[in-house]
């Protein structure tokens, strides 16, 4: 079966640097889409990735290893406005979005 | 202002009757999609369509019906709605094609309580 994974929660400081990590086993691969859900509100598109490597866009970026199935995405100078779930999706081989269930992430001062 | 419209934000209902969520989209996308959302899991895709006179079944269609007459318009109907139909559901569209379909822009939700 086709199958994302990644942690139910983290917390981390005001400031600093946390990383959230992705593993997927999927059939096939076009892609890893990283999104952002404040609570009680729609998900956002952060970043996609199909090619190994970093990708970075301002205080995000965004990894992939193709060979090794993961992915993780990297937000620097956290800020208050950072906590939220953040929503991993691989696009499977027939062009589907398999959906992790997503990492809260808790941000204190 | 552009993008997705969901109605309505939410709603009780009690078992067995029918609701239609309705979707609209002002941005000209071609493909639109249904999630559904639950504690715990992943968004969990219901119905979609590629382009305006088809639909295809995700998921977790049982219980759902859709129709897309014209670009704009994406309604989900319920047709006897049961308590575990009880989420938050989204409608969704995406601009692109191919791996680029997984841009995907989100209208603000629909919560639905089924009684």
């Known amino acids: ?109 | 202002i552009a993008g997705i419209t969901q109605a309505p934000t939410s709603q009780i209902l009690a078992a067995g009757r029918r609701m239609t969520l309705r979707c609209t989209q002002d941005m000209r996308h071609n493909a639109m999609y249904w999630y559904r959302q639950d504690l715990g899991l992943g968004l969990r895709l219901i119905h979609y369509s590629n382009t305006a006179g088809t639909t295809g079944k995700g998921e977790v269609p049982d219980g759902y019906s859709v129709s897309r007459a014209n670009t704009d318009d994406f309604p989900l109907t319920l047709a006897s709605a049961v308590p575990s139909q009880t989420s938050v559901y989204f409608c969704a569209s995406s601009p692109g094609t191919g791996a680029h379909t997984g841009e995907l822009f989100f209208g603000e939700g629909s919560r639905l309580t089924v009684l």
């Open chain 1, 1 to 109: 079966g086709q199958n994302i994974d990644q942690p139910t929660e983290m917390t981390a400081t005001e400031g600093a640097i946390v990383q959230i990590n992705c593993t997927y086993q999927t059939s096939g691969f076009n892609g890893l889409f990283w999104y952002q859900q404040h609570a009680g509100e729609a998900p956002t598109f952060l970043s996609y990735n199909v090619l190994d490597g970093l990708e970075e866009k301002g205080r995000f970026s965004s990894f992939l290893s193709r060979s090794k199935g993961y992915s993780y995405l990297l937000l620097k100078e956290l800020q208050m406005k950072d906590s939220a779930s953040y929503l991993c999706a691989v696009m499977d081989s027939n062009y589907q979005l398999i959906w992790g269930a997503g990492t809260k992430l808790i941000i204190k001062p």
